[in-house]
């Protein structure tokens, strides 16, 4: 069964600083892709960045980027240049590739807050 | 950009009585889904929705819920008689088939359900 693992409840950043999110993933499946989705305090679930585990290189989306460690079973967010806006609760999943529609798994969460 | 809509944002309801959440999913999409969020904790899968029936679902999922595309936009989730336990957030979501097997899903902004 697919696991999602987020161990940090809460991390605090200084403004215009880089932090790391951390995210472990347990599947069988060879084939599959993680997933950080935010969550502001308004609710709505914001995709960030996405890394299929064939893939050869971290993904990176602007200030976001994914430092993926197969090997570890690892998938975790690194935001560079903390803004305000970046305090949030982050969300870790993952899915299953081998079918077209499996359902995401999500981790506990983390709560983000930057500090001016 | 084309986005996941859902109606209402916020619904309360007494104990006993149906409710239907909407969601409209992106056009061209065609795996739909419903997940939830129970304040403070993680989000959870509920249903996936293809080719007009059920394709997977949740031990949540019971038989007080279902599911349905009443016509070509609106995919609808129905709980027939509601439990103080059901007050959470509804996300809606959306995928297309995509050749690179990223299977991406969009969120809609969410229905806040709340049982009195």
């Known amino acids: 069964a697919q696991k999602i693992t987020q161990t940090q409840p809460g991390m605090f950043v200084q403004e215009k600083e880089a932090v790391t999110l951390d995210c472990t993933y347990d599947?069988?499946?060879?084939?599959?892709?993680l997933f950080w989705y935010k969550q502001p305090s308004s609710g709505e679930m914001i995709f960030l960045i996405y890394?299929?585990?064939?893939?050869?290189q971290n993904a990176t989306e602007g200030r976001y980027s994914l430092n993926f460690q197969k090997a570890r079973k690892s998938a975790n967010l690194v935001i560079s240049a903390s803004q305000l806006g970046d305090s949030a609760m982050y969300f870790c999943?993952?899915?299953?590739?081998?079918?077209?529609?499996?359902?995401?798994?999500f981790g506990k969460g983390t709560r983000l807050s930057v500090i001016a | 950009e084309p986005e996941v809509t859902q109606t209402p944002s916020h619904q309360v309801t007494q104990m006993g009585q149906e409710v239907i959440l909407r969601c409209v999913p992106i056009?061209?999409?065609?795996?739909f889904y419903w997940y939830r969020q129970i304040l403070g904790q993680k989000v959870e899968f509920l249903v996936s929705?293809?080719?007009?029936?059920?394709?997977?679902k949740s031990e949540i999922f019971d038989d007080q819920f279902s599911v349905e595309r009443p016509d070509g936009s609106n995919f609808t989730l129905k709980i027939r008689s509601t439990k103080l336990e059901d007050s959470a957030m509804y996300f809606c979501?959306?995928?297309?088939?995509?050749?690179?097997?990223?299977?991406?899903?969009?969120f809609g902004p969410g229905t806040r359900l709340t049982v009195t």
């Open positions: 056009s061209n999409h065609l795996y």
């Open positions: 890394q299929g585990s064939y893939d050869q």
């Open positions: 979501a959306s995928s297309e088939m995509s050749s690179g097997g990223a299977y991406e899903q969009y």
């Open positions: 999943a993952m899915r299953e590739l081998n079918s077209g529609n499996t359902p995401l798994v």
């Open positions: 599947t069988s499946d060879p084939s599959y892709g």
């Open positions: 929705f293809y080719n007009n029936e059920i394709s997977e």
